[in-house]
């Protein structure tokens, strides 16, 4: 399958790592791990099929609620799998970006993730913006705050004024919205800016998303025909 016409950004709910690994007698950690090993095969899979963005859900500001010694592992987990994957993507040309708060980061997930963008800033190939302890509405009333300090007059406020100040500034909208483990939920990922985006769901669990199911999201994407509000 060649290059998908108009299709630069897919964004992904990674969903299904704790169903997976329940289903096969292991720890939901042990489902995270895999997951986390998953995603280089899957960006690999739409770099070769002319995608140049893609945004991965990591860590909402709700997962904070889940069980702490969850927290603490998916914590070290971005730490451990930052280190030994961070060379390889960089070397694939990879330019890696956070989208998200950071100051209530851990100190240690902080560092790797600067580490991160530090070293890949240059890259050109791929842009992949990891959604880390991300929001989209908390995204929205930051940007509000921003334009109030600002004092933007209220009447002269547009759509772009609100646009420029999101995490995702300098990324383009998403094209296409992926969850995996046949959610259906938008779960406060990109609602903003993914407002004429084109959802798929597919009940494949995250860690077994592969290249042919990203062949099969990119040919159901390749059938619609977006409108954006038009006839």
């Given amino acids: 399958m060649g290059k998908n016409k108009g299709?630069?950004?897919?964004?992904?709910?990674?969903?299904?790592?704790?169903?997976?690994?329940?289903?096969?007698g292991l720890t939901r950690s042990t489902g995270h791990e895999k997951g986390t090993l998953n995603i280089q095969n899957v960006l690999r899979a739409f770099s070769d099929r002319g995608v140049l963005f893609v945004t991965l859900y990591a860590f909402s500001t709700e997962n904070?609620?889940?069980?702490?010694n969850e927290v603490d592992n998916l914590m070290s987990l971005t730490v451990s799998s930052i280190s030994e994957q961070l060379e390889e993507l960089h070397s694939e040309g990879?330019?890696?970006?956070?989208?998200?708060?950071?100051?209530?980061?851990?100190e240690e997930v902080r560092v790797a993730i600067e580490e991160c963008e530090t070293l890949t800033s240059?890259?050109?190939?791929?842009?992949?913006?990891?959604?880390?302890?991300?929001g989209g509405r908390k995204e929205i009333v930051t940007a509000v705050?921003?334009?109030?300090?600002?004092?933007?007059?209220?009447?002269?406020?547009?759509?772009e004024d609100i646009s420029s100040r999101l995490y995702t500034k300098e990324i383009p909208d998403p094209d296409m919205i992926i969850r995996t483990a046949?959610?259906?939920?938008?779960?406060?990922?990109?609602?903003?800016?993914?407002?004429?985006?084109?959802?798929?769901?597919t009940k494949t669990l995250w860690p077994d998303f592969g290249e042919s199911d990203v062949v099969e999201a990119l040919e159901e994407y390749s059938k619609r025909t977006r409108k954006f509000g038009e006839l």
């Avoid at 890259?123 to 992949?128: A, F, Q, R």
């Avoid at 959610?183 to 985006?197: G, P, V």
Wanted: with cysteine; aromatic share 10%; charged share 25%.
């Fill in 7 to 24: 299709l630069r950004h897919v964004a992904i709910i990674m969903d299904g790592n704790g169903r997976w690994a329940t289903s096969k």
């Fill in 64 to 68: 904070w609620n889940r069980p702490r």
């Fill in 94 to 106: 990879i330019k890696i970006t956070h989208l998200g708060e950071k100051s209530s980061l851990p």
């Fill in 122 to 134: 240059s890259n050109k190939k791929l842009v992949l913006n990891i959604a880390f302890n991300y």
């Fill in 145 to 159: 705050k921003q334009l109030i300090r600002e004092h933007i007059c209220p009447e002269d406020l547009t759509e």
């Fill in 182 to 201: 046949g959610e259906m939920r938008l779960s406060n990922f990109l609602i903003w800016q993914s407002a004429y985006s084109e959802y798929y769901s």
